[in-house]
């Protein structure tokens, strides 16, 4: 069982930076692909970035690319996300994921095991 607690949303005008983190639970955290999606309202989850177990593998979303990044430390079994040259369009809900395994990181909602509460961010234009 793995619980995760994000937090560092808020507000920030457009052009500006938030780093979101995520408490993970647990003595298994480096046995799991981490991931951060988002949802706006009215839109269906969306995947934002990923990272493998040991942080050698990262990938992300098209729209958020060379903007945003994501890390983690394991023995502190956190994931953070730093949002860079943030915009309206990236108002939503944040969540963070975990996905049993030592694969990248999948894109998908459905393969990931555990999800955090969200946090909300919100880019003001």
């Known amino acids: 069982q793995v619980q995760l607690v994000e937090s560092g949303g808020g507000l920030v005008q457009a052009g500006g930076s938030l780093r979101l983190s995520c408490a993970a639970s647990?003595?298994?955290?480096?046995?799991?692909?981490m991931g951060w999606f988002r949802q706006a309202p009215g839109k269906e989850r969306a995947f934002v970035a990923a990272i493998n177990w040991s942080g050698s593998s990262t990938s992300y979303a098209e729209s958020v690319k060379g903007r945003f990044t994501i890390s983690r430390d394991n023995a502190k079994n956190t994931v953070d996300l730093q949002m860079n040259s943030l915009k309206a369009e990236d108002t939503a809900v944040y969540y963070c994921?975990?996905?049993?395994?030592?694969?990248?990181?999948?894109?998908?909602?459905?393969?990931?095991?555990?999800w955090g509460q969200g946090t909300q961010v919100t880019v003001s234009s």
């Open positions: 994921a975990a996905e049993y395994g030592l694969g990248p990181g999948s894109r998908w909602v459905r393969e990931y095991d555990y």
């Open positions: 647990g003595r298994t955290f480096s046995t799991y692909a």
